[in-house]
């Protein structure tokens, strides 16, 4: 059936095609167009593109950006924009004022301003989104105003080191917008400030890194002492998911994620906290700080906590399938993505944690990776708690089975040598035991304060893979669990632990402890795993 189009709609249409046809791409750098982007920002129209050549420094670049649709971006590597002193308006380097901006691939450093509040981006229009950007060591990366129109979107970029030092200044600021989304990202080492934080009505906050270094570890940029690794400090609907959190020993603020803590004013007041790794390396404080005065429980789901410190503040949050650990080297700290070691504690045992009262799917689709990048989070069939799915995990986690053991204070007593779980419905914290162990948080440490806990251990014999057909794939080695877990075999069985290039083998008998004791360390300093092939 053919369908004629309404005045209006051509009308509309046409000036589409107009618009499309009448866009322009301004070059910038050595022998270009334009020598510096501002040059090329003040003969822009709207909707026009700016290319400036990337391997360059433009020193003292400060303008505002005023034209609306604009999209500029970095070609041939990224470019660095040094504000070398200079600012626009009092406010920082680039001040956006236009709306339905881009910027992608750009790397801006030295915002300052006379007032100690300046920012690399200072956010003042409707409608914005950052990709691929490396801002640091200016006095806020972005800073945005008040807009409850403007959603914004940032992904792929890394903020380092921002901050005046006074504590009101950060990595990123984000005003009252309608909407924050923030994936993908690197935030760390804020100087006194938080790594981000955001007054957003709803924030997405998915598969990002935060994380701060210590003082004389190697980084991109100077080691730095953050308040909270993520502020919401309105509440808001927020669904915080997929991320890797860590809070240095070295900090300004003892809480990690602060929720309405200035006053639950945003219309929303539901926190999802799902499948985040969570590292305290700090001697205590709170994981999870949610103020008195937001109503809505918090769901907090399939998280894997490390470190000393309360969980949650608030008494009604929802804990469903977390886990705790007290040991600091719990969490791969060779690759930078702080990966759990695997357990069956970890791997598996994640649920479905449903739908947002908005109707948005919870459970993770992607997961972080080194430097502000991601990947799709690989789809096993059954979901690892934490912010990865533990490598190679085997689908036999599926089948683990625990059998209490003891109540608290008890000793839990059984054959072999087995995974124990300690805690409540909701939290527990594991340890490798042989024979015995007594049920009690000087063992264990505390996963769920001020709740009555058990023991149970993990049934070996519901959990042991089937021994593979003998084929020409029989040869194959096949994940059985990660460092610090058992492999849960029965028989004789040639166990191989290491990396892919670096492992020792043995014959071993039964359910086998995957770790340096048993094997000796064959890659220092590196994840490893165990597998394993049927018979001698």
């Given at each position: 059936?053919?369908?004629?189009?309404?005045?209006?709609?051509?009308?509309?249409l046409a000036a589409a095609v107009s618009a499309s046809a009448s866009a322009a791409t301004l070059s910038v750098g050595p022998g270009k167009a334009f020598s510096a982007p501002c040059a090329a920002v003040a003969a822009a129209r709207d909707?026009?593109?700016?290319?400036?050549?990337?391997?360059?420094?433009?020193?003292?670049?400060?303008?505002?950006?005023?034209?609306?649709?604009?999209?500029?971006?970095?070609?041939?590597?990224?470019?660095?924009?040094?504000?070398?002193?200079?600012?626009?308006?009092?406010?920082?380097?680039?001040?956006?004022?236009?709306?339905?901006?881009?910027?992608?691939?750009?790397?801006?450093?030295?915002?300052?301003?006379?007032?100690?509040?300046?920012?690399?981006?200072?956010?003042?229009?409707?409608?914005?989104?950052?990709?691929?950007?490396?801002?640091?060591?200016?006095?806020?990366?972005?800073?945005?105003?008040?807009?409850?129109?403007?959603?914004?979107?940032?992904?792929?970029?890394?903020?380092?080191?921002?901050?005046?030092?006074?504590?009101?200044?950060?990595?990123?600021?984000?005003?009252?917008?309608?909407?924050?989304?923030?994936?993908?990202?690197?935030?760390?080492?804020?100087?006194?400030?938080?790594?981000?934080?955001?007054?957003?009505?709803?924030?997405?906050?998915?598969?990002?890194?935060?994380?701060?270094?210590?003082?004389?570890?190697?980084?991109?940029?100077?080691?730095?002492?953050?308040?909270?690794?993520?502020?919401?400090?309105?509440?808001?609907?927020?669904?915080?998911?997929?991320?890797?959190?860590?809070?240095?020993?070295?900090?300004?603020?003892?809480?990690?994620?602060?929720?309405?803590?200035?006053?639950?004013?945003?219309?929303?007041?539901?926190?999802?906290?799902?499948?985040?790794?969570?590292?305290?390396?700090?001697?205590?404080?709170?994981?999870?700080?949610?103020?008195?005065?937001?109503?809505?429980?918090?769901?907090?789901?399939?998280?894997?906590?490390?470190?000393?410190?309360?969980?949650?503040?608030?008494?009604?949050?929802?804990?469903?399938?977390?886990?705790?650990?007290?040991?600091?080297?719990?969490?791969?700290?060779?690759?930078?993505?702080?990966?759990?070691?695997?357990?069956?504690?970890?791997?598996?045992?994640?649920?479905?944690?449903?739908?947002?009262?908005?109707?948005?799917?919870?459970?993770?689709?992607?997961?972080?990776?080194?430097?502000?990048?991601?990947?799709?989070?690989?789809?096993?069939?059954?979901?690892?708690?934490?912010?990865?799915?533990?490598?190679?995990?085997?689908?036999?986690?599926?089948?683990?089975?625990?059998?209490?053991?003891?109540?608290?204070?008890?000793?839990?007593?059984?054959?072999?040598?087995?995974?124990?779980?300690?805690?409540?419905?909701?939290?527990?914290?594991?340890?490798?035991?042989?024979?015995?162990?007594?049920?009690?948080?000087?063992?264990?440490?505390?996963?769920?304060?001020?709740?009555?806990?058990?023991?149970?251990?993990?049934?070996?014999?519901?959990?042991?893979?089937?021994?593979?057909?003998?084929?020409?794939?029989?040869?194959?080695?096949?994940?059985?669990?990660?460092?610090?877990?058992?492999?849960?075999?029965?028989?004789?069985?040639?166990?191989?632990?290491?990396?892919?290039?670096?492992?020792?083998?043995?014959?071993?008998?039964?359910?086998?402890?995957?770790?340096?004791?048993?094997?000796?360390?064959?890659?220092?300093?590196?994840?490893?795993?165990?597998?394993?092939?049927?018979?001698?």
């Amino acid at each position: 059936m053919h369908i004629v189009p309404s005045p209006i709609f051509a009308m509309l249409l046409a000036a589409a095609v107009s618009a499309s046809a009448s866009a322009a791409t301004l070059s910038v750098g050595p022998g270009k167009a334009f020598s510096a982007p501002c040059a090329a920002v003040a003969a822009a129209r709207d909707g026009d593109t700016i290319e400036i050549e990337g391997g360059t420094t433009y020193k003292g670049d400060a303008c505002k950006i005023a034209r609306n649709g604009l999209t500029i971006r970095g070609v041939n590597g990224r470019p660095r924009i040094d504000a070398a002193g200079k600012e626009n308006g009092g406010k920082g380097t680039w001040v956006v004022t236009g709306n339905d901006i881009v910027v992608d691939n750009v790397e801006m450093t030295g915002a300052k301003v006379a007032d100690q509040n300046g920012a690399a981006l200072r956010l003042e229009g409707t409608n914005f989104t950052l990709r691929h950007g490396f801002l640091h060591d200016n006095e806020n990366g972005i800073l945005s105003g008040h807009n409850e129109n403007s959603d914004i979107l940032i992904e792929y970029t890394e903020f380092g080191h921002n901050g005046f030092g006074d504590g009101q200044t950060h990595n990123l600021y984000i005003g009252k917008a309608r909407s924050l989304t923030f994936r993908y990202n690197y935030s760390h080492d804020a100087n006194v400030g938080h790594n981000l934080k955001s007054r957003a009505m709803t924030n997405t906050i998915v598969y990002n890194r935060f994380s701060s270094t210590n003082p004389g570890d190697k980084g991109s940029t100077a080691s730095g002492q953050p308040s909270y690794e993520i502020d919401l400090p309105n509440a808001g609907t927020s669904y915080v998911i997929g991320n890797v959190i860590q809070q240095p020993a070295a900090n300004q603020n003892p809480s990690i994620v602060a929720y309405g803590e200035e006053g639950a004013t945003n219309p929303g007041q539901d926190l999802y906290f799902v499948n985040n790794t969570v590292v305290n390396d700090f001697a205590g404080g709170t994981f999870l700080f949610v103020s008195g005065k937001v109503s809505t429980p918090a769901l907090i789901q399939n998280n894997i906590f490390v470190g000393n410190g309360t969980l949650s503040t608030q008494s009604s949050a929802i804990l469903k399938n977390n886990y705790r650990a007290f040991a600091a080297d719990f969490a791969d700290r060779s690759t930078g993505s702080l990966r759990r070691f695997a357990s069956a504690l970890v791997i598996g045992a994640g649920t479905d944690p449903g739908k947002s009262a908005a109707g948005v799917a919870l459970a993770p689709t992607g997961q972080y990776k080194d430097v502000a990048s991601g990947e799709g989070r690989p789809a096993s069939g059954v979901l690892d708690l934490g912010a990865f799915e533990v490598p190679g995990a085997p689908a036999r986690a599926k089948a683990v089975a625990w059998t209490e053991c003891a109540a608290e204070s008890k000793v839990c007593r059984f054959s072999g040598t087995r995974e124990v779980r300690f805690g409540s419905e909701g939290v527990y914290t594991s340890k490798i035991v042989t024979a015995s162990t007594p049920c009690t948080t000087a063992v264990f440490g505390d996963p769920a304060r001020g709740l009555a806990k058990s023991c149970s251990y993990a049934d070996v014999t519901t959990a042991a893979p089937a021994a593979p057909a003998k084929t020409a794939a029989a040869s194959a080695w096949t994940p059985c669990a990660g460092e610090g877990a058992i492999c849960l075999l029965s028989g004789t069985n040639r166990v191989r632990y290491g990396t892919e290039t670096k492992n020792v083998t043995k014959v071993l008998t039964g359910p086998v402890t995957c770790s340096n004791a048993t094997f000796g360390d064959p890659a220092h300093g590196s994840l490893k795993t165990c597998s394993y092939r049927a018979g001698r």
